[in-house]
Protein backbone atom coordinates (compact mmCIF):
# COMPACT_ATOMS: atom_id res chain seq x y z
CA UNK A 1 0.00 0.00 0.00
CA UNK A 2 1.49 3.16 -0.96
CA UNK A 3 1.18 5.71 1.45
CA UNK A 4 0.84 9.72 1.08
CA UNK A 5 4.58 9.94 2.47
CA UNK A 6 5.79 7.63 -0.46
CA UNK A 7 3.94 9.84 -2.97
CA UNK A 8 5.29 13.14 -2.09
CA UNK A 9 8.50 12.84 -4.12
CA UNK A 10 6.65 11.89 -7.04
CA UNK A 11 3.77 14.44 -7.27
CA UNK A 12 6.24 17.05 -7.13
CA UNK A 13 8.70 15.59 -9.54
CA UNK A 14 5.57 15.52 -11.64
CA UNK A 15 4.81 18.74 -10.90
CA UNK A 16 8.53 20.41 -11.57
CA UNK A 17 8.79 18.56 -14.58
CA UNK A 18 5.25 19.20 -16.22
CA UNK A 19 6.13 23.21 -14.99
CA UNK A 20 9.43 23.23 -16.55
CA UNK A 21 8.16 20.73 -19.59
CA UNK A 22 5.44 22.91 -20.43
CA UNK A 23 7.01 26.60 -20.29
CA UNK A 24 9.86 25.34 -22.06
CA UNK A 25 7.77 23.99 -25.24
CA UNK A 26 5.70 27.45 -24.96
CA UNK A 27 8.59 29.16 -25.47
CA UNK A 28 9.15 27.35 -29.12
CA UNK A 29 5.60 27.14 -29.56
CA UNK A 30 3.86 30.00 -27.81
CA UNK A 31 0.50 28.29 -27.01
CA UNK A 32 -0.14 29.66 -23.79
CA UNK A 33 -0.99 33.61 -23.70
CA UNK A 34 1.72 36.18 -21.56
CA UNK A 35 0.14 38.72 -19.49
CA UNK A 36 1.99 41.92 -20.39
CA UNK A 37 5.30 42.53 -18.50
CA UNK A 38 6.45 45.25 -16.87
CA UNK A 39 8.77 47.65 -18.19
CA UNK A 40 12.28 46.31 -16.91
CA UNK A 41 11.28 42.76 -17.26
CA UNK A 42 10.68 43.53 -21.25
CA UNK A 43 14.11 45.39 -21.10
CA UNK A 44 15.54 42.01 -19.87
CA UNK A 45 13.88 39.34 -22.13
CA UNK A 46 14.72 41.69 -24.49
CA UNK A 47 18.38 41.39 -23.72
CA UNK A 48 18.07 37.68 -23.70
CA UNK A 49 16.17 37.73 -27.07
CA UNK A 50 18.97 40.04 -28.33
CA UNK A 51 21.83 37.61 -28.07
CA UNK A 52 20.65 34.86 -30.51
CA UNK A 53 21.07 32.28 -28.92
CA UNK A 54 20.20 32.49 -24.83
CA UNK A 55 16.86 31.89 -24.85
CA UNK A 56 16.38 28.90 -27.33
CA UNK A 57 19.46 27.58 -24.98
CA UNK A 58 17.43 27.78 -21.68
CA UNK A 59 14.21 26.56 -23.20
CA UNK A 60 15.71 23.54 -24.63
CA UNK A 61 17.17 23.07 -21.55
CA UNK A 62 13.67 23.16 -19.58
CA UNK A 63 12.12 21.09 -22.08
CA UNK A 64 14.84 18.32 -21.70
CA UNK A 65 15.02 18.78 -18.22
CA UNK A 66 11.33 18.62 -17.51
CA UNK A 67 11.33 15.17 -19.46
CA UNK A 68 14.32 13.80 -17.59
CA UNK A 69 11.83 14.40 -14.22
CA UNK A 70 8.89 13.31 -15.92
CA UNK A 71 10.49 10.21 -17.11
CA UNK A 72 11.52 9.29 -13.51
CA UNK A 73 15.43 9.17 -15.40
CA UNK A 74 18.12 10.98 -14.24
CA UNK A 75 16.36 12.90 -11.50
CA UNK A 76 19.36 14.32 -9.93
CA UNK A 77 21.11 15.31 -13.16
CA UNK A 78 18.27 17.01 -14.12
CA UNK A 79 17.99 19.14 -10.37
CA UNK A 80 21.01 20.07 -10.60
CA UNK A 81 21.01 21.38 -14.57
CA UNK A 82 17.35 23.19 -12.76
CA UNK A 83 18.64 24.85 -9.62
CA UNK A 84 20.98 27.95 -11.42
CA UNK A 85 17.61 28.20 -13.77
CA UNK A 86 15.00 28.46 -10.51
CA UNK A 87 17.15 30.76 -9.14
CA UNK A 88 17.38 32.97 -11.76
CA UNK A 89 12.99 32.91 -12.25
CA UNK A 90 12.75 33.69 -8.57
CA UNK A 91 15.38 36.39 -8.88
CA UNK A 92 13.08 37.44 -11.99
CA UNK A 93 9.73 37.69 -9.90
CA UNK A 94 11.35 39.01 -6.77
CA UNK A 95 12.86 41.99 -8.87
CA UNK A 96 11.05 42.62 -12.51
CA UNK A 97 8.06 40.99 -12.15
CA UNK A 98 6.07 40.51 -8.77
CA UNK A 99 3.37 38.91 -10.06
CA UNK A 100 4.32 35.59 -11.05
CA UNK A 101 6.28 35.55 -7.49
CA UNK A 102 3.69 32.63 -6.04
CA UNK A 103 4.75 30.41 -8.73
CA UNK A 104 8.24 30.42 -8.38
CA UNK A 105 7.80 30.50 -4.78
CA UNK A 106 6.40 26.93 -5.43
CA UNK A 107 9.14 26.07 -7.93
CA UNK A 108 11.95 26.51 -5.34
CA UNK A 109 10.48 25.03 -2.66
CA UNK A 110 9.65 22.19 -4.98
CA UNK A 111 13.34 22.19 -6.05
CA UNK A 112 14.09 22.22 -2.46
CA UNK A 113 11.97 19.10 -1.56
CA UNK A 114 13.02 17.08 -4.68
CA UNK A 115 16.61 18.06 -4.01
CA UNK A 116 16.10 16.90 0.15
CA UNK A 117 14.42 13.46 -1.16
CA UNK A 118 17.53 12.53 -3.43
CA UNK A 119 20.17 13.81 -1.18
CA UNK A 120 21.78 10.45 -1.22
CA UNK A 121 22.65 11.28 -4.61
CA UNK A 122 24.63 14.34 -3.99
CA UNK A 123 26.56 12.90 -1.30
CA UNK A 124 29.71 13.44 -3.45
CA UNK A 125 29.14 16.46 -5.28
CA UNK A 126 28.75 17.83 -1.67
CA UNK A 127 32.68 15.95 -0.63
CA UNK A 128 34.79 18.91 0.81
CA UNK A 129 37.94 16.66 -0.36
CA UNK A 130 37.13 14.70 -3.16
CA UNK A 131 39.83 13.02 -4.79
CA UNK A 132 39.49 11.31 -8.53
CA UNK A 133 39.08 7.77 -8.63
CA UNK A 134 42.26 5.25 -9.57
CA UNK A 135 44.38 8.62 -8.15
CA UNK A 136 47.28 7.87 -6.63
CA UNK A 137 47.85 9.98 -3.31
CA UNK A 138 48.53 14.02 -4.63
CA UNK A 139 50.08 16.59 -1.95
CA UNK A 140 47.24 18.49 -0.33
CA UNK A 141 47.57 21.81 1.26
CA UNK A 142 51.56 21.46 1.19
CA UNK A 143 51.32 18.49 2.49
CA UNK A 144 53.53 15.49 1.00
CA UNK A 145 52.61 11.96 0.54
CA UNK A 146 54.99 9.28 2.19
CA UNK A 147 57.80 8.40 0.38
CA UNK A 148 56.85 4.57 -1.22
CA UNK A 149 58.28 2.01 0.81
CA UNK A 150 60.80 -0.17 -0.57
CA UNK A 151 60.39 -4.24 0.27
Known amino acids: MTTVKSSLPAA???ALGAIFFVFGLNG???????????????????????????????????????????SNR???LALTVLAPIVVNIVAF????????????????????ALAWY????????????????????IAVEGIQPPAPSRA
Open 12 to 14: ARF
Open 28 to 70: FFHFLPQPPAPPAAQAFFGALFASGYFVPLLKTTEVAAGALLL
Open 74 to 76: YVP
Open 93 to 112: HTFLAPGGLGIALFVLATEI
Open 118 to 137: YRESFRGVLTARATPRGAKS
